[in-house]
């Protein structure tokens, strides 16, 4: 038989609650588990799927078609088309995967891709009833099992994960005489590249760096994988910028940990947040903002101590999407004002935290 003729091998996906999906595979072929959760992008995937904050979770897309524009080349270095140097997500679920592509800037298909990179997906699943189970029941565990394969569910949330995305060591970029430490939890490419295009010096370290080290006038809490109360060490380093005053921004879990630091406290959504079109209000004004998001945590408003308030609100669920002090150089946002992908309406956070710094 021709090799092109040859059926694509048949995995299952096993929900929790006893739901059964069955698909055909693309990528690498390799059984295993996760939290199970969805997206509404339409277009960009390849930074999707780099995003460190997907860390142990398998990915749904909602849109139906994935991969029809191929994968952009990995260069050596910072990625200039990717959010993180690999694919985060555990495994990738779809409706249909593109068995052609067509761009410019194209050098391999999502197949080709998925395969070198060892990560499995599932293709021919009806992503619309699975949306639809997961909106129901909320986010839960799920596995991918091939043939007579049989493994256990694995839970993210009580694991490190953020130790499997950060650097390992101190990486300095200079670029000007502000100096702003940017706390890797498994930061996104965007979020250092918004920064260092500000003409400022951007220190990146490790999650558990030791922050009495450096000098510094800002600091900036990246986004990452994971449940924010398991990072203790992380916390401390938080409450150590807000005793001594230095100018801070959190962003998604460095939203959460800032918040924490401060006294308040977090819970975990039905379903999270993971998309390009999240309508977003800033409290105190009727400016509204489309932003991207991508998170399982939130911070309780009711939780915020004295001298903190809410800065932003989401319009569909009216969970915090940011916070601020009231006096003292802190905010933090929810959302992705780096985008990537998404719209870059917000991206005016990082010129409100450098105005802080100078």
């Known amino acids: 038989m021709n090799k092109k003729t040859i059926p694509d091998k048949t995995a299952k996906l096993i929900l929790e609650d006893g ?3 069955e698909g055909k595979l693309f990528g690498y072929h390799k059984s295993l ?3 199970v959760v969805f997206n509404t992008g339409m277009v ?3 930074e999707t799927l ?8 398998i990915l749904v897309m909602t849109y139906p078609l994935v991969g029809n524009y191929g994968i952009p080349p990995m260069n050596d270095g910072i990625p200039e088309n990717f959010e993180s140097d690999r694919i985060q997500v555990q495994a990738l679920i779809v409706s249909e995967e593109s068995k052609s592509f067509n761009h410019w800037n194209a050098v391999e298909s999502l197949d080709q891709w998925f395969k070198h990179s060892k990560i499995p997906g ?6 619309r009833r699975l949306t639809k189970i997961l909106r129901e029941h909320g986010t839960m565990l799920g596995k991918i099992e091939i043939g007579k394969e049989r493994i256990k569910y694995y839970n993210p949330d ?3 994960l953020i130790s499997k995305v950060t650097v390992s060591q101190k990486e300095e ?3 000007g005489k502000k100096r702003i430490l940017l706390i890797d939890c498994g930061c996104k490419k965007s979020i250092f590249s918004n920064l260092f295009s500000r003409k400022v010096t951007v220190i990146k370290v490790p999650y558990n760096y030791d922050i009495d080290k450096e000098d510094f006038d800002g600091a900036v809490i990246s986004n990452g994988p994971g449940n924010p109360v398991v990072y203790k060490q992380l916390i401390t380093t938080a409450k150590k910028l807000i005793q001594k005053q230095i100018p801070t921004l959190g962003i998604c879990l460095g939203h959460q940990m800032l918040s924490l630091a401060a006294g308040a406290k977090t819970y975990k959504l039905k379903y999270g947040h993971r998309s390009q079109n999240q309508p977003v209000k800033q409290v105190d004004s009727n400016k509204c903002y489309v932003t991207s998001q991508n998170h399982s945590f939130a911070v309780d408003t009711k939780s915020l101590p004295r001298g903190w308030q809410p800065w932003f609100e989401n319009l569909n669920d009216y969970s915090n999407e940011g916070v601020r002090h009231e006096k003292l150089p802190f905010r933090s946002v929810q959302f992705h004002p780096e985008a990537a992908p998404g719209p870059v309406d917000t991206a005016f956070i990082f010129d409100e935290f450098l105005k802080d710094v100078k």
Do not use: C, M, R, W
């Open 19 to 21: 739901n059964i999906f």
């Open 50 to 57: 780099t995003d460190p904050s997907y860390k142990g979770q």
């Open 33 to 35: 588990a996760g939290e």
């Open 173 to 175: 970029y200079v670029n």
């Open 158 to 160: 009580v694991e490190d």
């Open 44 to 46: 960009g995937y390849p």
């Open 122 to 127: 599932l293709y021919g699943i009806d992503t």
